[in-house]
């Protein structure tokens, strides 16, 4: 007989430098293999869908600042146009082309963030600081469109609460400038690194069977080589005037998620210059008076304008009955918006489909057999946001 | 629109007494079924060719205290391949919630029903780890259920009552 093997338990978290996050795994180990994990979530759990319950509609958005707090305007703005589609509200070119503007620059740092930390992850610290860069300067185009930096609050329901200004656009389009020279740096710090390819390539691997039955979407998904992305396979904000590809990986590992983060940043490179070269006249909200907040002068001499101001402030205004799902292509996946109204100030029900908490529960399969340095970098490529996961 | 209404039409030829209500007004069909037949209806829906729904958006719980059956489990499913949505609901009672798992079909299932659990209180029958997620493990009720205030309502130093809450 031979002998009982000795297991290691390994609490990896809740508060880990190497798990960019607040959760905990529980991993069982046989010398450096992992045998299982057991997970544990919720540690910044701030219930906001019970708190969507409670609030007026145009309250709900800052809350959705804070779900994937790295790409914060594809949460807001596509809480907007889950209200708007509620609503019946349709909007002009103009507003689809500046959210689609704004929703891709997310999408950047989003995947810059991700892919930046898995280098950092397998060692190389270099090319985190340097995106890093980059990423502020689109904190700074976030700063000019709404005021803020990291929860951004963007946009209102029908539109935005201001027009881009010409520094706007002035720090758009050095970004565009920018942007291409530091990510082929960065891509040829790593891309074709040795290390790194031997790092990550076959780990934390996942089947496009799997990850389907697992509920993956986004570039998670189309690492393991289905093709689904909201943006084309139901578009909202006019994402169908526009020409992109979705790149797809083979094998869905590590690496296939590193190089689909990395090819969709060019693509959203692309598509945020046609949008802007492409922007059209028009006004830069909706005429909505029932949601979208008069102009203060307007309100100071104008009785209609001062009742509508009162109205919304006051959470007076009904919004019509009914239930709708409304999804926009996160920066990690599928982001819904489920919103059930029964015609009162509130909503009825708001469930957030948030995607990283419907993949993250792969993760024990995905570094079962694996070793512990793996994991790492397993967790980081998958990009876990707490945020999200907890709500 | 037209294969949503196929759709719905093989669902009654199949399940026809269980079918409660179909709706067409939303975004997509919603239909609300018996939740003795939901298992059956699921799995059909994900592992008959002609359906196609093999991929699980979200399930989530909601609450309609003055319902008969107030607690239900609302599913939305997607046909990827035909780019077809479909919403399933099912109410239960609020004694004894109890839903068979659909965690045999869909592995996504597994921490969306612990979270409809957690926040309503309802029971998946079969589901290989059921207990609370996000919440507290001590927490001796589930917050989502509309009894449940949003804030303690012994406190004074906070009076929203004029400010739409």
Known sequence: MSEPALHTTLNLGPTH?????????????????????EQTIGYIHRAFEKIAEHRPYYQITPLTDRLNYCSAPINNLGYHMAVEKLAGISTNK???????????????TDHLICNS??????????????????????????EEVSGARLTTNMGRIGGFERDFSPAAIRKIREFLQNLPKVLQEF??????????????????????????????????????????????MNPYSSYDDFDFRIPVGSSGDTYDRFCVRQEEVWQSLNLIRNALDNLPEGAYHTDVPAYYLPPKEAVYDKMEALIWHFKIVMGEVDIPQGEIYHSVEGANGELGFYLVSDGGRTPYRLHFRRPCFVYYQAFPEMIRGGVLSDAILTMSSMNVIAGELDA | MESAK?????????????????????DMPVVTVESSIIH??????????????????TLCGIHYPDDPLPLGVVYHFHNLEKNLRIRIRTFVPSEDPQLPTVTDLFSAANWMEREAYDFYGIVFTGHPNLKRILNVEYLDYFPMRKEYPLEDPTREDKDDRYFGR
């Not at chain 1, 060692?123 to 976030?142: D, K, M, N, P, S």
């Open chain 2, 40 to 57: 059956d209806l699921i799995r059909f829906l994900k592992e008959e060719p002609a359906m196609g729904f093999s991929f699980l958006t």
């Open chain 1, 117 to 142: 930390v898995v280098g950092v992850d397998s060692g190389a610290l270099t090319g985190f600081v340097y995106v890093f860069q980059e990423r502020e300067r689109v904190y700074e185009i976030y």
């Open chain 1, 17 to 37: 430098p190497a798990t960019h996050g607040i959760f905990q795994n529980i991993l069982t180990m046989d010398g450096e293999e992992i045998l299982a994990a």
């Open chain 1, 94 to 108: 103009r507003i689809d082309y500046m959210r689609i503007i704004l929703m891709e620059l997310a999408r950047i």
């Open chain 2, 6 to 26: 196929a759709i719905i039409e093989t669902l009654h030829a199949k399940f026809s007494p269980g079918i409660l209500k179909v709706d067409h007004s939303s």
């Open chain 1, 187 to 232: 891509e040829h710090l790593l891309l074709r690194n040795r290390i790194f390819m031997d790092r990550t390539i076959g780990v934390g691997r996942i089947s496009a069977e799997r990850a389907l039955n697992y509920g993956f979407t986004g570039p998670n998904l189309r690492a393991a080589g289905v093709d689904y992305d909201v943006r084309v």
